[in-house]
């Protein structure tokens, strides 16, 4: 695969992983009581983000309720309100909210993605899920080098499933591989990749994570990538 647009088309299109398949098609059959009227996704979900970004923000998986439902990454969520706000507060995104996919949002010069792009039940994918999923992400850091200077990864799932696609893409990831932590900053072969817990609700709604702590990140790593942040 040559573009980014052809591979978000083949990952919209996969069926690899049954258990997956089963409960994204399902959750859209029956949907939330608040989304009734909605017309579900209900199927893997691309990244999103312009094709020559510079940072590249690397999730777990779909909400069911949020990426399964809207078709895009983060949105429609409450852990997308956060992230998406925050992208905003530093100059990275076009507007502080995402609720749909035509609702006008631009990222300016980051990406987002995620390991494993079915929403899994109880947020939990299989390693064996997790690992069927990886050529997708390979193949997009391939596609991404060219431009690619700084990468956030949320959370230690996506930590533990980036390391092996970085290496499987070519990148020199360092041995003993580097432990997750909010904060962490690992320089890999011509990038700088970021460790920042994941915009769970979990997370935010204890303090885990506060929305200055992922300005932080974020704005690091913008001025990592060579991007204009506030």
Request: charged share 20%; glycine share 10%.
């Amino acid at each position: 695969m040559d573009s980014l647009a052809l591979l978000d088309d083949r990952v919209a299109g996969c069926v690899a992983c049954p258990r997956l398949v089963a409960w994204r098609e399902e959750v859209g059959r029956t949907k939330r009581a608040a989304f009734q009227d909605w017309d579900y996704w209900a199927r893997p979900v691309p990244g999103f983000g312009p094709a020559d970004a510079p940072l590249l923000i690397i999730g777990l998986a779909p909400a069911a309720h949020g990426g399964n439902r809207t078709g895009r990454m983060f949105t429609g969520d409450r852990s997308g309100d956060v992230l998406y706000r925050a992208l905003y507060d530093v100059g990275l995104a076009s507007q502080p909210t995402s609720v749909s996919i035509d609702d006008g949002l631009e990222l300016h010069g980051v990406r987002i993605t995620a390991p494993v792009h079915c929403a899994p039940p109880e947020n939990k994918p299989t390693p064996g899920e997790r690992d069927a999923c990886r050529p997708w992400l390979v193949q997009e850091l391939k596609l991404l080098r060219p431009t690619l200077r700084a990468v956030v990864v949320l959370g230690a799932f996506g930590w533990q499933a980036a390391l092996p696609a970085f290496a499987e893409a070519g990148w020199t990831v360092p041995r003993p591989r580097p432990a997750f932590g909010h904060g962490t900053r690992v320089p890999l072969d011509g990038l700088d990749l970021f460790g920042c817990f994941h915009v769970s609700q979990r997370n935010t709604f204890t303090g885990k994570l506060t929305p200055e702590m992922l300005r932080a990140v974020l704005r690091t790593a913008g001025e990592a990538a060579g991007l204009p942040v506030k």
